[in-house]
């Protein structure tokens, strides 16, 4: 075991163990990374998949069309604010979405466990059906299949989305430089939190709701008011250290934080101290960065701004020539730090 | 309990026990087609999904695209003629090729469980692109969860697949008409007592391998040479029988089967008849019908024997007016019988 003193989180796993998949390899950090890079990377080889976006574009028939998956194995299946319905939606809309894409339509496989609650199920398939509604997308494909008991843990979905992708717009990971603006849609670490409290039974003085919520006409408005837009993602499992390391070393830059910029709710902060996380860590939903050449970096914060799912939003760095490949942060003390990849597994299946 | 008296499976389901998820449920049978009767139409009500084809066909930027989805579940996970990595790709390969789509671009989601090798990982991983490879698709966009030891099963893989669709060319199972052939381009059986034997141990005189190889390449051949193509299917969970099971109901057909014409290898049938099972029920990933107008049977059928995965192909029943929605089977020893859909659960965790 090794601690990682930058970031304070224990590390589950050595070197030497690794020749097993561990939880960590879930987590959407640094194990996650190791695993596309050594398993998944060498296998696959499509150019597609180096570029580590969330979504692939592809030529079918003349048609750009942008293509995304994501399986969902949260626990518990309903929670404060969603349910693994809406969020098997929301999850692949947002990385369908963060690319630029107008999401469509839908595939949606279910890997049920025996003895799995029928009318959960249908609570489920209703609730994903009204996500889909409300991103107008369309599931137009299923597939189901069944484990014995003790071979599944109730319901894990499937949702790959296919959407049609801006015909010129390049949005990726790789197109950060230096000078550009980090923008942030509002405060982090909700769902995590909530989860964790549902999961743990623990109560805090207001209810935290996950902020699990669709962010495609988001992402349209501030495609829409600004022509600087490099790159967005939207910052789920891994949180926004995560998002941020993959940018910063896909474009070779620095990314320097300013942690007082950061919006965090009171509740989620006392919650994350209490329990010795750091909510930079912690899995959203509903909140996405957007990478900003400067000059359009007021725009698009005003475009964020302008939409109910971005009022919270500030602009909470800049790209930076120094320190290429790493995210530093000064913090709200004035020191610096780096804010490296999550090295371990901070809440296995928070989606 | 209740005993389908014609094919001598037992029922699993009363229908008291429905309220929850059955192993049945994920069998292609009749229990599945309850599922997606009475929780999935009524939840996502999608022109497409009524159709109960294997692949929907969507219009995206002016271009039309198939779209399909599977999840792998299937126990063990090498197995004798391939593994969970070739089968996932031919699984949904076949399914946009019998759609007359030329399949390009994969999703590959893998659900790990903590503690699964990694070694194993690596072998799964390079078989299926070997496997997309050698079908000319790609794999673009991927995903990996990892859920705790006992909450799983080792792997589970889901792979979406998009493909071109014909532009005019409307295949579909609600389109047999009384007249029309049913060709079928080889012997059944052969991947569900592969997995059988493997699970439980037997030994044959010589060895079953599953038949699992992807359909493509025999599809478009077929497609080219005959224009009166009504409808093609992959034959795999829930075998033969659910398949024209499905097409005669959605068809509002009969299905007149001479079963003197279905090849099944004498091993698989020894096997059947040692383990008390009946081929037309049992699981194939490498074999397919096509519902052909009567004139161009001839000429299909010399398309299908022309390609390598059709060299025993033969014409075996006929689509009639009388018993609208039936499959029915002239026996070998010259007897009629009702061919039923699958109603309980044969082999779970075949695909």
Do not use: W
């Not at 750009?64 to 309903?78: E, Q």
């Not at 369908?96 to 949606?108: C, E, K, R, T, Y």
């Not at 959407?163 to 670490?189: K, T, V």
């Not at 669709?214 to 926004?240: F, S």
């Amino acid at each position: 075991m090794s601690t990682n003193t930058l970031t304070g989180f224990t590390c589950l796993a050595p070197i030497a163990a690794r020749d097993t998949v561990l939880l960590g390899h879930g987590s959407g950090g640094r194990l996650s990374g190791e695993l596309v890079r050594d398993v998944f990377l060498p296998a696959f080889g499509s150019p597609e998949l180096e570029r580590l976006n969330d979504q692939a574009v592809v030529t079918v028939g003349g048609a750009r069309i942008a293509m995304t998956t994501d399986s969902f194995v949260i626990r518990p299946l309903f929670f404060p604010g969603g349910d693994i319905g809406s969020l098997a939606v929301y999850g692949t809309v947002n990385d369908l979405a963060v690319g630029g894409a107008q999401p469509l339509f839908l595939s949606a496989a279910f890997i049920l466990e025996e003895g799995f609650p029928m009318s959960q199920l249908r609570r489920v398939a209703a609730s994903l059906q009204r996500a889909a509604q409300a991103c107008g997308v369309q599931v137009v494909t299923a597939d189901t299949k069944v484990v014995e008991r003790g071979k599944g843990d109730g319901l894990f979905i499937n949702t790959t989305g296919i959407g049609l992708a801006p015909s010129a717009r390049e949005l990726s990971a790789d197109r950060a430089r230096p000078g550009d603006r980090i923008l942030l849609n509002g405060s982090i670490g909700e769902h995590g939190i909530a989860i964790l409290a549902q999961r743990e039974g623990l109560e805090f003085e207001s209810a935290i709701e996950s902020d699990c919520a669709p962010l495609h006409t988001l992402c349209a408005q501030v495609l829409e008011a600004a022509d600087g837009i490099r790159c967005m993602r939207d910052l789920t499992r891994g949180g926004l250290s995560s998002a941020l390391n993959e940018i910063a070393a896909q474009s070779r830059a620095g990314i320097a934080l300013d942690e007082s910029r950061i919006p965090v709710r009171e509740e989620v902060r006392g919650a994350c101290e209490m329990l010795g996380l750091d909510p930079l860590y912690v899995a959203n939903e509903g909140k996405m960065i957007a990478i900003v050449a400067p000059e359009a970096a007021v725009s698009a914060l005003a475009a964020m701004r302008n939409h109910p799912l971005g009022r919270g939003a500030e602009i909470i760095g800049t790209v930076t020539e120094a320190h290429a490949g790493l995210v530093t942060m000064k913090t709200a003390l004035g020191t610096a730090r780096i804010v490296d990849m999550l090295a371990g597994d901070q809440l296995p299946r928070i989606c």
